[in-house]
């Protein structure tokens, strides 16, 4: 059974930085792409980065580029997301997601429970 469970969501400042993570079991990860997405509260989901399987590609929304950056441990089955200079507007719940393909931001079948990042003062 594949599982995905995301952690290091935290209330944090304006400012501030958190780094969440996402492991993965039951799959081979180091052949997968991943994504992180978010829902912020009343809003759809809102695709945040992208790597593909051996973190020589990754892509960004325009609303975090410059201030997340995505990365992965192939070794560890770890996805994670460092984000910077965060602000209110980041406030969601973040779920990792993995691709049926190792270069393909599409095809995702498997989903965390996500994890809540709050950003306030």
Same mark, same amino acid.
Not at 8 to 34: H, I, Y
Not at 64 to 79: E, H
């Given at each position: $059974?594949?599982?995905?469970? $995301?952690? +290091? &969501?935290?209330?944090?400042?304006?400012? &501030? =930085?958190?780094?969440? @993570?996402?492991?993965?079991? +039951?799959?081979?990860?180091?052949?997968?792409?991943? =994504?992180?997405? /978010?829902?912020?509260?009343? !809003? +759809?989901? $809102?695709?945040?980065?992208?790597? #593909?399987?051996?973190?020589? !590609?990754?892509?960004?929304?325009?609303?975090?580029? +410059?201030?997340?950056?995505?990365?992965?441990? #192939?070794?560890?089955?770890?996805?994670?997301?460092?984000?910077?200079?965060?602000?209110? $507007?980041?406030?969601?719940?973040?779920?990792?997601?993995? @691709?049926?393909?190792?270069?393909? #931001? /599409?095809?995702?079948?498997?989903?965390?429970? &996500?994890?809540?990042?709050?950003?306030?003062?």
């Amino acid at each position: $059974e594949v599982q995905l469970v $995301e952690s +290091g &969501g935290d209330l944090v400042q304006p400012g &501030g =930085s958190l780094r969440l @993570s996402c492991v993965v079991s +039951g799959s081979t990860f180091s052949v997968d792409a991943m =994504s992180w997405v /978010r829902q912020a509260p009343g !809003k +759809g989901l $809102e695709w945040v980065s992208f790597i #593909n399987n051996d973190a020589g !590609k990754t892509t960004y929304a325009d609303s975090v580029k +410059g201030r997340f950056t995505i990365s992965r441990d #192939n070794a560890k089955n770890t996805l994670y997301l460092q984000m910077n200079n965060l602000k209110s $507007e980041d406030t969601a719940v973040y779920y990792c997601g993995k @691709s049926r393909w190792a270069t393909l #931001n /599409r095809g995702y079948n498997y989903w965390g429970q &996500g994890t809540q990042v709050t950003v306030s003062s």
